[in-house]
């Protein structure tokens, strides 16, 4: 090998100018360095006890709010029904008569509403008239619907019946689901007119006697 490196040159320094590197056995060539594979985040132990403790307290709050939200209201009760008097009414319908001293008048009862209503007494005031339902009480009418109802009459004794009745009245006890009633109703004029005809009939030779009520025919013998 003479003096001259190979590749380069002696100054007068004695250093020689090193040339490029030129690639030979025992180097390598240089490459880029892939990039590290960047690892996902993970929760350290303590971010994770901190979340938990955040999950843990949100679910109490819910929880705790939902215990102090109040109650729904229970269900309304039911309306009440009301007062059987306010919704019955009887009717004058016709008459019919049957043995001396008996006859039959035909009413109407009507109900009134969504509650039914029982007819389950019924008297007047009358001394010597009897009064009963042709098919017995309790007598149970529908709501919203009128029935008929036909009451047997029997005269017992003349003495003191008033023949002309002006405003004759039946007293009717009524029971629904609100209450216990008993009331008067007055059924009409008709109702008076026939009530009249019959207990005419009925007692003759009574000396107790008025004119028969307007629009009433006159029966023989009337003094």
């Not at 007119?193 to 006159?218: F, N, V």
């Amino acid at each position: 090998m003479s003096g001259e490196q190979r590749g380069g040159r002696r100054d007068g320094s004695g250093v020689g100018d090193l040339g490029p590197i030129e690639a030979g056995e025992g180097t390598f060539s240089a490459r880029p360095t892939p990039p590290a594979h960047r690892q996902p985040n993970r929760l350290t132990d303590r971010q994770r006890f901190v979340l938990a403790a955040l999950s843990i307290a949100g679910i109490t709050l819910v929880a705790l709010r939902a215990l102090d939200r109040p109650a729904p209201p229970a269900d309304a009760p039911p309306p009440l029904a009301p007062f059987p008097a306010q919704v019955t009414r009887l009717t004058y319908r016709s008459v019919s008569a049957g043995e001396p001293g008996s006859f039959s008048i035909l009413m109407s009862v009507e109900v009134a509403g969504s509650y039914p209503v029982e007819l389950i007494g019924l008297t007047q005031p009358y001394p010597g008239l009897r009064v009963s339902a042709h098919r017995g009480l309790p007598y149970e009418v529908t709501a919203g619907q009128s029935a008929p109802l036909t009451l047997d009459y029997r005269v017992q004794d003349c003495a003191g019946l008033p023949l002309d009745a002006g405003l004759p009245y039946l007293d009717v006890t009524l029971r629904n689901t609100r209450a216990i009633q008993t009331i008067s109703q007055i059924p009409g004029d008709g109702y008076a007119l026939a009530l009249s005809r019959q207990l005419h009939i009925a007692c003759p030779e009574s000396d107790i006697r008025t004119p028969p009520a307007d629009g009433t025919p006159a029966d023989t013998g009337v003094r």
